[in-house]
């Protein structure tokens, strides 16, 4: 059963299209939009839902989605208007149908505890349509065209310009000394061919019977043969195979491919109702190309010997473009029409960056190599170098972006979530969104939807007003949410903003000196009690709401935006809201690092926990005893720790005033400073698995291979500032 | 008795799921040359460029839907005589009404069997081998 369970996945990646579609379209029309062709994708998506969850017994899903469904005809046919409070239950009815698909994914097709009532209100609205349900009993017989009667159809003017064969060799042909590439190349001595093998029936190997046939061949013929020559061709081996042979083509005289292009043009017209005055005859290239002869000789498949059908070319082998390159090369274009996207196993397309990654590396080690060899810059070589480096970048940089996608599929699961907690906080809020097709690598995308989910309901929780407040502050009842996302210097900046109060700096630090996060006496910056938000245990709600958890408040948000190598930070304006910003890396699998030396090491730190880089004073330094020392920045201390020692490069530190210090920033606020012995500088790193090609190893994230060709380690902040600390407080 | 193998055929709709499924069964039933196009439009396309015997289409679909399709086939001669077996997505009387008004062959109803499919196919072709 692996082909349907395929199937099966196919269907529910397609449901999560489908409900894309309807949702926005249901928001379109909610928006004013009354295009006929708004309701109608809307009807289809449930309609497909429908019909797939029909083929898989998905019993809920298909009753909720019949009612669903009746609602949407009517209200396609005119008879049910489409009013915001139609609309509004119809988007109710959306996430019902959202839900439910999510649980028949996973075998859960049983209740779901709105989709009774909604579907009596669905049913309430459809009126009596919802009431009898047709089966194909009722129908009585129809009179369907026989095919005796189509054949009988009048004669086209013209003749066939061409003829489709289907052939397929029995064992017999073979063994009385018959070959099917002779036959095949004999067709071509008749016209144009163009040659589609079909190797279905092929057995696997160890199954494969050498006396037995298993290949067919579909032949379209075009050119002036008619079909007593094409049945001639097969006279010797008429019963030892199966051969059918179809006249196509017709009234396309002259063999015009531009008359041919009309034709489709004029036939759509004509089926859709809207004749152009002046049938454009403008030559579609993909038909035109379709209905011109080849004016190759023809190609016949490789030889193929009935012992061995060994050579299982793909069909398009056979179909080899013309030297012209316009036939053939337009037939496909057609063909690329149909199917604009592939579905890709992730895996492979990982593959292909890390082996990109890996070029990336041996290219900048080949130029170290050519620089050290002697070669002048304007040699040939070194030249030669350039473009291939210059290449390399767009290699990485197109395959970086298969993996990129735009941030709307995360972004669509917004509104529903904004409905939900408008609903349960009874504040009226209309979400915008902005840059929906902005780009950024899945892994990215994947792992905002967390942070993105609690930013927008913090913003409704506790960013907006009640409508009351907003009223008496001159404000509309409805509060807005603006979630966008733009490019900004390579990266991705992603901000939530909401039309409320703004942060109430009083009361934050009132909270914050409570819960001993700063002293009493602590003189902070507007901007610097706003970040107080993101401190770890920090809530301001009075009673912990249902809706922005308990107390796991943007200290989280602000981790898991790190973890993807990120920044966040706030903007607050008092009475006009807040505006929290998110910048991120395009991609995963390159960092932004500072570039140190230590101990004669060459290590990495990320930029993103970097807060700035310092050389410390000695009248900053401050030995605990031990080898513990802090350093003083600003009238603050902080850990100031040996990277020598903290990976074992050196058994005594070095002194503070020889180094340079990075403050860094890691899990949840903890500032230290970083002794390194001199920065490099700073630049762009391929990241390697550690773990993948060694072994885990403490206080160190990933490695990275650098342009001399040198490994370098990458520091992992976290584990090194957590296990300092543990040995200071042993130390102290 | 067609031998299932010999007929070309054309799967248009605009799920892949439902052209997947399609498929299956008419592998299932013999056939071996099965193309697919994604909407009406798309499949009259195919069409005029590569003939089939048995198109198997779907109604509801974007840019063409199955009764423009159907009416595109027949009233093109080079391709007026090919089968065409309607899907439906529901048993709606007044769309297979007004399918046969446009000289439809069968029609079938999802969810299907391969033994519906069969069914439906050989009331055309007759009994496939």
Redesign the interface.
Known sequence: MDALAAIRDVFFQECEEQLAELESGLLAMEGGDTDPETINAVFRAVHSIKGGAGAFSLEALIRFAHVFETALDEMRSGRLAPSSDVLKTMLRAADVLADLVRAARVDEDGQHPHAATLAEELKAMSGAAGEADETEEDWGDFEFQPMAAAMDAPEAPAGPTGFVVTFKPRADLYAKANEAALLLRELGRLGAVEVELDAHDVPPLHEMDPEAAYLAWTITVTGDADEAAIREVFEWVDGDCELNIQAIGGEAEGDDGAEAAFDLSALLARVQGDAPAEAAPEPEAPIAAAFEPIPEPPVVAAPVVAAAPAPLAPPAAANEPSPDGQAGGGARKAEAAAGATIRVDLDRVDRLIDLVGELVINQAVLAQRVMEAGLARASAVAMGLDELEQLTREIQDSVMAIRAQPVKSVFQRMPRLVREVAAMTGKPVRLVTEGEGTEVDKTVIERLADPLTHMIRNAIDHGLESPEKRAAAGKPAEGVVRLSAAHRSGRIVIEVADDGGGINRERVKSIAIEKGLISAEATLSDEEIDNLIFMPGFSTASEVSDISGRGVGMDVVRRSIQALGGRITITSRPGKGSIFTMSLPLTLAVLDGMVVSVQGQTLVAPITAIVETLQPKASDVHSLGGHARVISIRGGFVPLIDVGMALGYRREPLPATQGVALLIEGEGGARAALLCDAIQGQRQVVIKSLEANYRQVPGVAAATILGDGRVALILDIDTIVAVSRGEMRKAG | M??A????CLVVD?????R??VR?GL?QLGF??IH???DG??G???M????V?LVISDY???K?DGL??L??IR???????T?FIMLT?????EL??RA?QF????YL???FTVGTLKEKIE???GALT
């Open positions: 067609p031998a193998s010999s007929i070309p605009d799920q892949q799921t439902i997947s499924l299956t592998q071996r040359t697919e196009a994604a439009e798309d009259l396309r195919h005029l460029s590569r003939p015997q509801n679909m974007p063409l423009g399709l009416r595109a009233s093109h001669p080079p391709i007026q005589k089968a997505g529901r048993a709606d009387k297979v009404q046969v000289g439809v062959n069968n109803v999802k969810p009331a055309i072709f």
